[in-house]
């Protein structure tokens, strides 16, 4: 979980302070006079993105290779500083079960169907919102020149919030911290209709408190379910793999879904990169990516959660019944 967290947040920072300057024009004026709003328009004045030799694509490859370190790092960690243990509570007789039967057995297990369709719709979302924000900044909101510090905002307020949250799921529940995740919803939405720089830095501190809770929660609930996919089936041992590596698959793919939206979305409404403003068809197709859409994958999500069966009370029946059997 550490990993996942902190990759997930130092790639984020690293990758926004690295392609920062291939999205700041120096051709470009914030407030052009009316006069010369025309040269906004014309073809570019710098060099075409597309360009292999670009200042704007050597950049962005320097940032695939530090993530690429990124991940390496944050994998060498994990395999050195984690034990595997077998299964304490699995009985002498108990054998493994087959992967695809194990693979079946998990899908059909209601719990965690439910958290990972609720995290699933959620972690789109937040995935969503990530991958657009840079573009959200620089066409729609006239905010090029701040985007990479309100990515540290977000991820600033995200790192420290984490504690914060573990002590709110300890005491209130799991299920009612995770009502902290729609709180980017209204904040966001007012990015949109009122794209103002003060509000801009309110909102990141925001959605840095609402990532957090994202990212932590998931995490902190998938050993509930494990455990009451134990009890229900005492003499299988072995399926903590397949019910964690599942949940990363799905994410993963929601990740990939939406890191393709920001790009194939904007063609379609005739996005043209290295121009100084994009059309209005384009800049609204920006606006529903980052205000409408996560909010009502965030509400959907949210929804699907209330179905979640497993209750703090319930928990700790389930702890104290492993308990026993061990």
Aim: charge should be neutral; include cysteine.
């Amino acid at each position: 979980m550490t990993m996942e967290v902190l990759g997930t947040l130092i790639g984020a920072a690293l990758q926004g302070q690295i392609v920062a300057s291939a999205h700041v024009s120096h051709h470009c004026i914030v407030n052009p006079p009316v006069n010369t709003t025309d040269s906004w328009h014309d073809p570019p004045s710098f060099p075409d993105p597309s360009d292999p030799l670009s200042h704007q694509a050597k950049v962005y490859m320097i940032a695939a290779g530090v993530i690429g370190g990124v991940y390496l790092l944050g994998i060498v960690i994990l395999f050195l500083g984690v034990k595997e243990k077998d299964d304490p509570y699995a009985l002498n007789s108990d054998r493994a079960i087959p992967f695809c039967k194990g693979l079946g057995l998990t899908m059909k297990h209601g719990p965690y169907m439910k958290l990972t369709a609720s995290f699933l719709l959620i972690s789109t979302a937040v995935q969503l919102e990530q991958s657009n924000f840079v573009l959200f900044c620089t066409h729609a909101a006239d905010l090029r020149n701040h985007f990479q510090y309100l990515v540290v905002t977000i991820l600033v307020s995200a790192a420290v919030s984490i504690p914060f949250w573990q002590k709110f799921l300890q005491r209130f529940g799991k299920k009612c911290a995770a009502c902290g995740i729609s709180w980017m919803i209204p904040f966001a939405v007012m990015l949109v209709t009122i794209p103002n720089l003060i509000l801009a830095y309110f909102v990141a501190f925001v959605s840095g408190l609402s990532i957090a809770a994202s990212l932590l929660l998931p995490w902190s609930m998938l050993p509930d379910v494990v455990d009451n996919f134990r009890l229900q089936n005492p003499h299988g041992k072995g399926q903590e793999t397949i019910f964690y590596s599942s949940y990363v698959f799905f994410t993963k793919m929601s990740a990939d879904f939406c890191s393709k939206p920001g790009v194939s979305n904007t063609v379609f409404t005739g996005y043209k990169p290295g121009i100084c403003r994009q059309s209005n068809d384009v800049i609204l197709t920006l606006k529903i990516l980052i205000g409408a859409v996560p909010a009502i994958l965030i509400l959907v999500g949210l929804f699907i959660l209330l179905f979640y069966p497993i209750t703090e009370e319930s928990r700790k029946e389930t702890k104290l019944a492993l308990e026993a059997l061990r």
